[in-house]
């Protein structure tokens, strides 16, 4: 069974601009949570999305917004770029709500912001 | 906030010994309970899930939970050069339909052969 697919693997965006991530679960997953991962803060979470419902929210703020598409795969979109969004995106998918089966992780998007 | 702390580390062992890592929660009534491996450059990858007091085994690895104290332990015998990486706990929160998977900041830990 193919994993968690997470897509582009690197970008390099400057301060002002947006950028959409991508996240593919595993087949059968329809719980989709995203977190950002970053030396100091450690992996702090986003959000979560369940049949195309957002379930939960972290403390970021409103620039970072994501969606859920009927085949389970989701995005994540952060507009007006900030220095201190560098950090690496991980998606992590389950077969039902994070915390009540265990997340399996993608390989994650490295997002540099100059 | 809920929160969850961990021993940054790093934490040292020699190969073939017991490393303990630990984690604790302020949420009382949390009811999940996560232990994750994360390998520097890859992402996390779950080693153990307990969810009820006591121990659990799997392999060389063993959780224990103490929900009075609000504690939550990974052993690791046999320690190995290649369980050299960041271990993370993650603990699911109560509160009803507001309930999130927190992760602590992870607990380095280097086998030396």
């Known amino acids: 069974k193919a994993g968690v697919t997470q897509t582009p693997r690197y970008l390099i965006k400057t301060r002002g601009q947006q950028v959409t991530l991508s996240c593919s679960p595993i087949?059968?997953?329809?719980?989709v949570s995203w977190y950002q991962q970053t030396p100091g803060q450690g992996l702090q979470f986003l959000f979560e999305y369940f049949s195309e419902t957002q379930r939960n929210k972290g403390n970021f703020p409103g620039r970072f917004s994501g969606r859920q598409f009927s085949n389970s795969r989701s995005e994540m979109n952060v507009s007006t770029l900030e220095l201190g969004d560098s950090a690496l995106y991980l998606c992590a998918s389950s077969l039902r709500s994070q915390g009540d089966s265990p997340l399996h992780f993608g390989n994650g998007t490295r997002l540099t912001v100059t | 906030q809920k929160e969850v702390e961990q021993n940054s580390g790093p934490l040292s062992v020699p190969e073939g010994a017991i490393a303990s890592l630990n984690c604790t929660y302020s949420?009382?009534?949390?009811?999940?309970f996560f232990w994750y491996r994360q390998y520097s450059g890859k992402s996390p990858e779950l080693i153990m899930s307990i969810y009820s007091n006591g121990d659990k085994e799997d392999g060389r690895f063993t959780a224990q939970l103490n929900k009075a104290s609000q504690y939550v332990s990974l052993l690791i015998r046999d320690s190995q050069p290649s369980d050299s990486a960041t271990y993370l706990c993650?603990?699911?929160?109560?509160?009803?339909?507001?309930?999130?998977?927190?992760f602590g900041k992870g607990t380095l830990l280097t086998v030396n052969p």
């Open positions: 087949s059968g997953h329809r719980s």
């Open positions: 949420d009382r009534g949390s009811q999940s």
């Open positions: 993650a603990v699911k929160h109560s509160g009803g339909s507001n309930y999130k998977l927190t």
